[in-house]
């Protein structure tokens, strides 16, 4: 329906909102990169090639022979989890287990009984995206002496949930922008600067103002609410997801854990 509204009606649904209490940002830690040493760059270059080719057992073989697997929430106020999966007997029980832990749903038959290829095929991709997305190296607290296909983002879980609270949101609504942004007063490109939003804090995304397509409302941290187009702004979220490398005992770089997030 947003598509055949007249201009002013659209306008009185994109008016900044006026209520909403003013609040303080929370401290994101910065995220935890490492350069990666030559020889883990050519063994994840290997790795990646055995990937896109789907070659099962040479995947297995390439991974430790237990896993961790890391399992966070797209809520920011709940903890993340960890398990160790394994030891596993074939390539493929590895791969079944990492498709359970990719942060979303595998299809399933009929009968909602699982299906082993879909899950295999699952795994493979949710390993070459982490492979291929473009994220900085980084460490996880939660893979001791790893090295990580993404840095993870590390803040007070607490001080989140007291934040979404406060706010009357979820914690999921909580975001960062990479570089500072301007908020405008009113869902429109012609509008004044309400506020700009820093780096390296968690603002509230506000979810209870509408808006036309392609804008994002947000709470301002001086109270009530402004607008962000999505061509001025990425939202980002701190979630962590990827796959991690460690040498095993002869030396080599191996796939050693995974990490996701999801509902």
Not at 22 to 41: C, H, M, R
Not at 108 to 135: C, K, M, W
Request: aromatic share 8%.
């Amino acid at each position: 329906m947003r598509f055949i509204l007249s201009p002013l009606i659209v306008l009185s649904l994109a008016a900044p909102a006026l209520s909403g209490p003013a609040y303080e940002p929370v401290k994101l830690d910065p995220a935890s990169t490492v350069s990666p040493p030559a020889e883990l760059v050519t063994a994840a270059a290997a790795f990646l090639d055995i990937v896109k080719k789907g070659d099962v057992d040479a995947m297995g073989t390439a991974m430790a022979d237990s896993l961790t697997l890391i399992y966070g929430s797209l809520e920011m106020a709940l903890p993340r989890n960890k398990e160790i999966a394994g030891p596993f007997r074939t390539s493929k029980e590895k791969l079944v287990a990492l498709s359970a832990y990719i942060g979303g749903d595998v299809e399933s038959d009929s009968e909602g009984n699982p299906i082993v290829s879909n899950q295999i095929e699952a795994a493979r991709q949710y390993i070459e995206e982490a492979l291929t997305n473009g994220l900085s190296w980084g460490a996880d607290p939660m893979v001791e002496g790893g090295i990580c296909s993404y840095a993870y983002r590390s803040y007070d879980q607490d001080a989140v949930k007291k934040l979404a609270d406060k706010m009357d949101e979820q914690s999921s609504a909580l975001f960062y922008v990479d570089a500072p942004v301007s908020v405008l007063k009113a869902a429109d490109a012609r509008a004044g600067i309400a506020a700009t939003l820093e780096p390296d804090l968690l603002y509230v995304e506000d979810y209870k103002t509408d808006t036309p397509i392609y804008w994002h409302a947000v709470h301002l941290p001086d109270g009530g609410s402004g607008f962000i187009s999505f061509e001025a702004g990425q939202l980002e979220k701190p979630y962590a997801g990827g796959i991690c490398f460690a040498k095993n005992g002869a030396g080599a770089w191996q796939m050693v854990a995974q990490a996701a997030t999801g509902l």
